[in-house]
């Protein structure tokens, strides 16, 4: 058990729909990161934050946002949902603020269905 | 941006067989992790790696920054060390993970 909790493990929607996906770090990190897998474009990094506040974005597209809350958990919103954003869903955190440079602990995944 | 590639793509081995994964990037990064995805689909973090060697139980890495690799070794395979294998750099911020080495373990 990492210790990251990703809710809920399996959405099944339709396109044009809106989702939130949940993330609880491990006790102690201040540091959330989101991923994307899918069969396309394999495991992409979507974004970082930190102690609340954004800091670093990588592949993630203008339908999708994110925030981090003042009791550490994050949400990542994914809007007017498409075919091709049908994927597995992961977050990570760790304990320091610099993109990348700490070792990650995942989160089960939660795994969206757009029908 | 960088590219990271991973070799083999796909491994086949008896169990109690060793085996190396290799991780190539283009470009000087700030570090590299190697992550397992057992069948069931998690994500475990193996080592965080920008440099030198380190090693935990059966499994072992190196990377060598100025030759812009990382060397995974596994020994004495088990059939629970079946998965997908991935490195992930990271430079300027941005996380960009290798496409993966699918290692299976035959009983």
């Known amino acids: 058990?990492?210790?990251?909790?990703?809710?809920?493990?399996?959405?099944?929607?339709?396109?044009?729909?809106?989702?939130?996906?949940?993330?609880?770090?491990?006790?102690?990190?201040?540091?959330?990161?989101?991923?994307?897998?899918?069969?396309?474009?394999?495991?992409?990094?979507?974004?970082?934050?930190?102690?609340?506040?954004?800091?670093a974005k990588g592949n993630i597209l203008e339908r999708f946002s994110a925030q981090q809350f003042?009791?550490?958990?994050?949400?990542?919103?994914?809007?007017?949902?498409?075919?091709g954003d049908s994927a597995l869903y992961f977050c990570?955190?760790?304990?320091?603020?610099t993109t990348g440079n700490q070792p990650q602990h995942f989160g089960d995944g939660t795994r969206l269905s757009i029908l | 941006g960088i590219q990271v590639e991973q070799s083999p793509p796909d491994l086949i081995l008896q169990e109690g067989a060793n085996s190396t994964l290799r991780c190539n990037f283009s470009d000087s990064v700030n570090n590299l992790q190697w992550f397992h995805q057992n069948p069931w689909g998690q994500l475990i973090n193996l080592f965080y790696i920008p440099s030198g060697t380190k090693q935990n139980g059966r499994l072992s890495a190196t990377t060598v920054a100025t030759e812009r690799y990382s060397l995974l070794y596994i020994s004495s395979s088990q059939t629970t060390?079946?998965?997908v294998y991935f490195c992930a750099v990271n430079r300027?911020?941005?996380i960009i993970f290798?496409?993966?080495?699918?290692?299976h373990i035959l009983p």
Do not use: M
């Open chain 2, 81 to 83: 060390d079946s998965g």
């Open chain 2, 92 to 94: 300027d911020d941005k």
């Open chain 1, 92 to 97: 990570a955190s760790s304990v320091g603020g």
């Open chain 2, 98 to 103: 290798g496409k993966g080495t699918r290692l």
């Open chain 1, 70 to 83: 003042p009791d550490l958990h994050s949400e990542l919103n994914l809007s007017s949902l498409e075919l």
């Open chain 1, 1 to 55: 058990d990492s210790g990251v909790t990703q809710t809920p493990k399996h959405l099944i929607t339709a396109t044009g729909q809106r989702v939130t996906l949940r993330c609880s770090p491990r006790s102690g990190d201040l540091s959330v990161y989101w991923y994307q897998q899918s069969l396309d474009q394999g495991l992409q990094f979507l974004i970082h934050y930190y102690n609340g506040e954004e800091r």
